[in-house]
């Protein structure tokens, strides 16, 4: 069965800092990799994608991709509260299909 | 990005009776998704919907218990049927704006608890 593992957390980060979220996934021919925002009460949002490996920046984040290692993370550089959520990573594994990760819950204190 | 309407956005229901959680997209998309979320827990594909052709559904999904429809490319819905408490879920729909792998964009969700 394809999976997609994070840890549940909760990270713990200062405000200011680098919170670092991971990811790994079981699948080897995935080809796309998403990061989702997830605030309490309310739906995912796509915040980040990556489809090869390497680093990609977007602003305050950065995606990082190993698929040998089956490694994928995001980066927050100068975390703010407005960060605290849960970070969902979502693996594509063929077609349209998505598997998510059960999320990682960030709190990013002031 | 396109934008996904969802709705009802919650609802209380009495066990063994059904539900119709409605999404409308505002441009036109190829597949729609189900998922079901826990408190607490990763999202879980109920199914893919596709224009004109009957839903696929995931291990553990029956069409009789989830029946969807997809009467044109906008336009979905799912209906949680003979409902029991185990079914109090928070249920979102999704969909790929563009086609391609560019990522999801989902409803507002609809938290449903049976009682």
């Known amino acids: 069965q394809k999976e997609v593992e994070q840890n549940s957390g909760p990270l713990s980060v200062p405000e200011g800092a680098i919170a670092s979220l991971n990811c790994t996934y079981s699948d080897r021919g995935s080809q796309s990799f998403f990061w989702y925002r997830q605030y309490s009460g309310k739906s995912p949002e796509l915040i980040m994608s990556i489809y090869s490996n390497g680093d990609k920046e977007d602003g305050r984040f950065t995606a990082q991709l190993n698929k040998a290692s089956q490694y994928v993370s995001l980066l927050i550089r100068d975390s703010q509260p407005s960060d605290s959520a849960t970070y969902l990573c979502a693996v594509n594994t063929g077609g349209f299909k998505t598997i998510f990760g059960a999320g990682t819950r960030l709190f990013v204190k002031a | 990005s396109a934008v996904i309407s969802q709705k009802p956005s919650r609802d209380i229901c009495q066990r063994g009776t059904s539900l119709t959680i409605q999404c409308q997209v505002d441009?036109?998309?190829?597949?729609m998704f189900w998922y079901r979320q826990q408190p607490g827990q990763s999202l879980t594909l109920i199914a893919t919907a596709n224009q004109g052709s009957e839903a696929t559904y995931e291990s553990g999904f029956v069409i009789d218990k989830f029946p969807i429809s997809r009467p044109n490319l906008t336009f979905s819905t799912l209906t949680v049927s003979n409902m029991s408490p185990e079914d109090s879920s928070i249920y979102l729909c999704?969909?790929?704006?563009?086609?391609?792998?560019?990522?999801?964009?989902f409803g507002s969700g609809t938290r449903l608890t049976v009682v």
């Open positions: 999704s969909a790929v704006p563009g086609g391609g792998n560019y990522g999801y964009t």
């Open positions: 441009s036109q998309v190829t597949m």
